[in-house]
């Protein structure tokens, strides 16, 4: 248990749905994250909220909309995904964005798109 | 670009030593994670390196040379629950977290 968790745990969704991502986190930390992770490639970030301020977009398509109601929760929303979209979709945490700050995975959305 | 560059795979046997390395650009580096992540789990967190030398924690070492941008990280007496992928990270000035692809490890009897 690594105290952020993920629902859920697998997807499967046309290119016409809309569906939700959620994450949540019971460490209280004040930064969370979004990462892409696809088979033989790095893991991608894809958002940063610090202080539910979002503080990176690396250059995600708008496709994907993050959501941070509150330092504890995190929402990714699709709409109109691409087959390429397809991959895990991890979630982290961290006390705040100060660089060596160790970063607390959730187990991750496996997202196919059909 | 900020590169991390680590091995595919490699293999090893129980109770055998392995290291995996790690090279990274040096320009604007703050600091080097490894992370273990085994199959359709989250990653989890080994080490964290920012001045140069050898890091013991138990049977896992990591090691960093910031003038030569290259890391390593040191498993000793492998055991089978090892077989994960590893993953190597680095945050520079941007406080961003850049990985490797990880090298995935499979340990054998």
């Known amino acids: 248990e690594t105290g952020v968790t993920q629902t859920p745990r697998h997807l499967v969704m046309g290119m016409t749905n809309k569906k939700s991502l959620k994450c949540e986190q019971h460490?209280?930390?004040?930064?969370m994250y979004w990462y892409k992770q696809s088979a033989k490639k790095p893991l991608e970030l894809m958002f940063v909220y610090n202080f539910k301020e979002q503080t990176e977009n690396n250059s995600v398509p708008s496709r994907f909309s993050p959501e941070c109601p509150n330092s504890s929760h995190l929402f990714l929303h699709l709409h109109t995904l691409q087959p390429e979209d397809s991959a895990l979709y991890l979630c982290?945490?961290?006390?705040?964005?100060?660089?060596?700050?160790?970063?607390?995975f959730g187990p991750g959305t496996r997202l196919t798109v059909t | 670009g900020q590169n991390i560059d680590q091995p595919t795979e490699m293999t090893a046997t129980e109770g055998a030593i392995v290291q995996i390395n790690c090279t990274y650009q040096?320009?604007?580096?703050?600091?080097l994670f490894w992370y273990q992540q085994h199959a359709g789990e989250a990653p989890t967190f080994l080490s964290y390196n920012v001045l140069d030398g050898l890091e013991e924690k138990g049977r896992f070492s990591s090691f960093l040379s910031r003038s030569k941008g290259y890391s390593y990280l040191l498993l000793k007496e492998l055991q089978m629950k090892d077989s994960a992928s590893y993953l190597c990270a680095v945050t520079y000035n941007t406080d961003k977290l850049i990985f490797g692809t990880g090298t995935r490890l499979q340990v054998f009897p």
């Open positions: 460490l209280g930390h004040n930064a």
């Open positions: 982290a945490s961290s006390q705040d964005r100060t660089s060596g700050n160790e970063q607390y």
């Open positions: 040096t320009s604007g580096f703050n600091g």
